[in-house]
């Protein structure tokens, strides 16, 4: 492990960043009541142009729905879900004509990727948008990444692009995840509000007191607000990449990141960074129920890196099948400790409870793995 501390707390480690993931807010991109805002788009696509230089970036942009509201004369945020969708379409499109307006100054060609979770989610639909935006990147083009807002109902949602870019960003392995919006960091308390609050120029890591900095997801126009920002900063995090909130609106503030002036807010990465399938085990994927385990077996995972065996095992809950994914939560207790790719579906993990290994075959009829879930397939969060 990094001596962390011997670099003190409160510093930036940026490294070299080659591949680097920028999202913009709805708040930076629209303009309330005409939507899609070519000015900010344009000073946005200077910035970009500006860093990319040997560099790759991908753009994770909000906005469609604004957009597509504001064309729609809706004057207010769409209601219902068809309405949503249909104003996401009308401003996707919108908006991605901008982009590539914009971009087209600097020389920059630009393809629109728009996901749902599932792309997400499901391990072949993972690798196969990491492919297209390796090649994208291949062919020096810069992808501008939306959730697919006109497909994806809300039970298939990521829900807010916070949380997709930190996805994204796990998924093509980016170095630093920048997100542009319109307040320069996390603060101790609302500066609207409160006297002496104070902007956090470095977070070590997102701890349940930092996360309550965050209150409460906001609404109107923009899905997140600092709640989903404090989410994405624990997966980005966990998939060891650091990430940097600060406000898009000031000139120059991705060259300034990159240089590692202290703008906006730096949250570390964890050292140790998860290998790709295990990011995908912790992060992409909605764990499909949770099998709860004893104490012996909840120490044997978290401190001896150990498989989950059945004889751990107290109860199961929900239904699923072999190979995906659940939660793992400890007895007595409702804070999942990890996630995992589970051996057994839940029938047969319900007749495994507490059972020895060397029991197995004689309970289920049948030989088969001797672990509920392999160490090589659990991630500890
Ligand atoms: N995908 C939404 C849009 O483009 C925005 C989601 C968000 O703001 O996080 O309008």
Do not use: C
């Amino acid at each position: 492990m990094a001596p962390r501390r011997e670099l003190g707390p409160g510093t930036r480690r940026l490294g070299r960043v080659r591949r680097l993931v920028v999202k913009v807010g709805s708040g930076l991109v629209t303009s309330p009541g005409t939507g899609g805002d070519p000015a900010r788009v344009e000073a946005l696509a200077a910035e970009i142009a500006e860093v990319r230089g040997g560099r790759e970036v991908v753009l994770v942009s909000s906005g469609a729905i604004a957009t597509g509201a504001a064309r729609l004369a809706l004057g207010r945020r769409p209601r219902s879900i068809p309405e949503t969708q249909a104003a996401a379409a009308v401003g996707q499109s919108a908006l991605m004509w901008l982009y590539e307006m914009a971009f087209k100054r600097h020389d920059i060609a630009v393809g629109q990727v728009l996901l749902t979770a599932q792309d997400i989610a499901d391990r072949s639909r993972y690798l196969n948008a990491r492919n297209t935006l390796q090649a994208l990147l291949g062919f020096q083009v810069l992808p501008i990444v939306n959730e697919n807002d006109t497909v994806a109902v809300e039970e298939i949602k990521v829900g807010d692009n916070d949380n997709l870019s930190a996805l994204v960003a796990s998924l093509i392995d980016a170095d630093l995840l920048v997100l542009l919006t319109d307040v320069d960091g996390l603060y101790t308390a609302d500066p609207a509000r409160t006297a002496g609050a104070r902007k956090l120029d470095v977070v070590e890591a997102v701890t349940d007191e930092i996360a309550r900095l965050g209150g409460e997801a906001t609404s109107g126009i923009s899905v997140g607000g600092m709640a989903t920002k404090l989410a994405a900063a624990r997966k980005a995090a966990a998939a060891g990449i650091p990430m940097v909130i600060a406000d898009g609106r000031q000139p120059g503030v991705l060259a300034r990141i990159l240089r590692s002036e202290p703008v906006g807010t730096y949250f570390a990465p964890r050292d140790a960074r998860l290998a790709a399938r295990k990011r995908w085990i912790a992060f992409a994927v909605r764990p499909r129920g949770r099998v709860v385990v004893d104490a012996g077996a909840l120490r044997a995972l978290t401190r001896q890196g150990r498989s989950l065996l059945p004889s751990g095992l107290v109860a199961v809950d929900g239904q699923f099948a072999a190979g995906e994914v659940v939660a793992v939560v400890g007895e007595g207790s409702d804070r999942e400790i990890g996630r995992g790719v589970v051996n057994f579906d839940a029938a047969e993990l319900r007749k495994l409870r507490g059972v020895k290994t060397h029991e197995i075959e004689e309970r289920l009829g049948y030989k088969s793995f001797d672990e509920v879930i392999h160490r090589d397939n659990l991630v500890i969060l």
